[in-house]
């Protein structure tokens, strides 16, 4: 049964139209789109080929590469079921697109394209970026963590649902490691074949607090809680265990 941890770094391949990849998370060889280049700008007229420029006074503009994080959005990577808790739970990730280089860490993001003061954005104790320069629960395109909360498993089986499967049988396995993560943080959200054992609304008690323990009723009740989801659109079954 493969059941990924959660890993200290990703590489993957992002291409924008790419071929349909295997299953599992793996690298394949892709040639990278030619980038921006000015060649002989100062004497030549760029053809149509070559990047845009513009020169005002002794100043050279030149059009730089795409945002990384549109072709990461937009690329078969993020299609796949299996890539879903590969991004999520590494904890650096090394995406090559077809025209530069990303990455992205718990702390920071950078790209090719950009020389960026990273000191500059970085707090004073040089752990991650200054508030302004991320979210509060995504660094850049991927979010820190899990989750904030006990709930948010609830969003992570909705995003991986929407993902394609080649084998419908990987189902349960291609979200096991996120799964378990939720059991190993604070949280403590355990799971049933998939579903998950949600906490209770009500506040529990300081002690079930500290011990990561509930009484038998509430881990019933949030096992109904975690059965209660619908679908928003029309769906086939899958065959086998879990449908």
């Avoid at 629960?137 to 089986?157: K, L, S």
Wanted: glycine share 6%.
């Amino acid at each position: 049964m493969h059941q990924p941890k959660q890993s200290r770094r990703t590489f993957s391949t992002a291409p924008e139209n790419g071929p349909d990849l295997p299953e599992y998370p793996s690298y394949n060889y892709h040639r990278r789109r030619e980038g921006p280049h000015v060649r002989s700008a100062w004497r030549e007229q760029a053809t149509s080929d070559e990047t845009r420029y513009a020169q005002i006074k002794h100043n050279l503009l030149i059009s730089s590469l795409n945002d990384p994080r549109y072709f990461i959005g937009e690329s078969k990577w993020t299609t796949r079921a299996w890539t879903y808790q590969e991004g999520l739970l590494s904890r650096r990730r090394l995406v090559f697109t077809d025209e530069q280089v990303y990455y992205e860490c718990y702390g920071m993001y950078c790209c090719e394209a950009l020389d960026l003061p990273l000191r500059e954005m970085h707090i004073k104790s040089h752990q991650h970026f200054k508030k302004c320069f991320c979210t509060l629960d995504y660094m850049g395109i991927f979010p820190r963590g899990v989750g904030g909360n006990a709930w948010e498993v609830i969003g992570r089986i909705q995003e991986y649902s929407k993902r394609s499967l080649v084998n419908p049988s990987d189902i349960l396995n291609g979200i096991l490691g996120i799964l378990r993560a939720f059991e190993d943080s604070v949280f403590r959200v355990r799971h049933c074949v998939g579903v998950p054992i949600l906490p209770p609304p009500m506040k529990t008690t300081r002690r079930e607090a500290q011990t990561g323990k509930t009484s038998s009723d509430h881990s019933v009740a949030g096992l109904f809680l975690g059965l209660c989801w619908c679908t928003t659109r029309p769906s086939s079954r899958l065959p086998g265990f879990p449908s």
